[in-house]
């Protein structure tokens, strides 16, 4: 629908400062503005608590970590929008605010980044792979036991820059953020998704507005991938209902297909890699949260014998 001319025509989208972060914004307005042009929609950044600190470990941070400084600007009505990268979302929606719509998604996998070799394979003895990810770190320990996880943080510029010099052999990256940011040449492999199952909501674009919103709702409304969002809520509610995440390394990727047939794959792990349970579920995408919350309850024996179970080195 068209606006009265006296409604105010400019909306304001927040985000991150990175430079991916403005990217991927930048693909989401551009889509607003093809659906609604005689609307302007002006970006504005917020810092959060995982950017402004770069050294401690995110599951030392906790939950949300690059959402609060973008929310904080929602709810204080400074903006009308935000966009996230999904992944980065916690499963439990902040009062007052709500998932408008889920416009994009690029490939979920994760992808490997090499010094010395091309592929997980070739890489030798005792390399170290530089990761901030408890998930990634498990699924790569479990298929190479002898791999030294090496924390690392900062954007991929930054851990990239890393890896040419010479403080890991290896990185493990988003195959997303490659894309987007025009670096998917650098790659040297694309971990498949029963090698290094994905984080849930990984690739994913989502825009949040305020529930009482009714203006910003239907804006998104028209925006809104009926496809990504079944697939997206298929695998928050996996993590929700699994706990994953919070006490296991844990990931899930979910895919529609013809017919409205929804896949979704899951794992959890110890966080040493020596333990780890995959299982796969399916089901109607009508239905995302029935099918992700199905995965949950097959994985919930694996995790909580793994949670159990002693660790190495214990």
Known sequence: MAYPSERPTTLRVVTRGSQLALIQTGMVVDLLAARWPDFRFDIVTASTPG???KQTPLTTLGQGVFVKGVEEQLL???VDLAVHSLKDVPTAETPGLTLGAFPL???ARDGLVCRVGRNLASLPVGARVGTGSP????QLLALRDDLQMTPIRGNLDTRLRKVRDGEVDALTVAIAGMERLGRLGELDQALEIDECTPAAGQGTLVVQCRSDDDRALEILAAVDAPTIRAESLAERAFLGQSGGGCQLPAGAVARVFDGG???IVGVVAS????RLAREHASGTANDPKAVGGALAES???AARALL?????GA
């Not at 998930?135 to 498990?138: E, K």
């Not at 159990?308 to 190495?312: A, K, L």
Request: charged residues 55%; positive net charge.
């Open 271 to 274: 966080a040493d890699g020596r």
């Open 51 to 53: 950017d402004r600190d």
């Open 261 to 263: 047939r929804l896949e």
């Open 105 to 107: 998604r690029a490939d």
């Open 135 to 138: 998930r990634r770190a498990a």
């Open 308 to 312: 159990g179970s002693p660790q190495r």
């Open 76 to 78: 204080d009505r400074r």
């Open 299 to 301: 994985l919930m024996p």
